[in-house]
């Protein structure tokens, strides 16, 4: 399965979300998974392919074109994808994704899950999406979320569009099991 991946580029992350989005990354290898991500060699991106390049799996990097001057790229990816903007990126991760996780990450992160969680509910995409919620990074967004959903912004159904799982090996079973149905 193809799993893209958004999360964080920032290196002054804590090490304990590093630690758990390596693992995320070895357990997809582990179990023949191919990530899709930014590119980056940095951060939570940096640590997932890290984790995947180790244990043996599959890496394919989309990258703006402008990204080259402004982040490290990874470059132990098996495939890179060059693109000309961040849309054109955006689509060609969607596309090639059969499932999405989210990793803690910063304001590039919530753009990416937002426009996938808008597509779910709007029925324009069917493919499962997890928060992995590493030292319970997304419990704010998901008060905030439940909070638009308690005053009627947003229908209550937004919370079935995605999973929140708190391990790298719940992540992973979970993706596995809703992609089985």
Request: negative net charge.
């Amino acid at each position: 399965m193809n799993i893209t991946l958004y999360g964080a580029a920032s290196d002054s992350i804590d090490s304990v979300y590093k630690d758990a989005v390596y693992e995320l990354g070895r357990e997809m290898a582990r179990r023949g998974h191919t990530m899709v991500y930014g590119g980056g060699a940095t951060g939570l991106m940096g640590a997932a392919a890290n984790g995947l390049h180790d244990g043996g799996g599959g890496i394919i990097g989309v990258v703006p074109n402008f990204m080259s001057g402004i982040e490290e790229l990874y470059d132990k990816c098996t495939e890179l994808i060059n693109t000309q903007t961040m849309s054109e990126r955006k689509d060609i991760m969607e596309s090639l994704a059969d499932a999405f996780i989210i990793v803690p990450g910063g304001i590039g992160t919530f753009d990416e899950f937002f426009q996938i969680l808008t597509l779910r509910s709007l029925g324009r995409m069917d493919k499962p999406i997890v928060l992995f919620n590493v030292n319970s990074f997304w419990n704010g967004m998901l008060s905030v979320i439940g909070s638009v959903v308690f005053k009627g912004f947003i229908g209550s159904g937004i919370t079935s569009c995605f999973t929140v799982c708190e391990s790298a090996r719940t992540t992973i079973d979970t993706l596995e099991k809703l992609l089985c149905k």
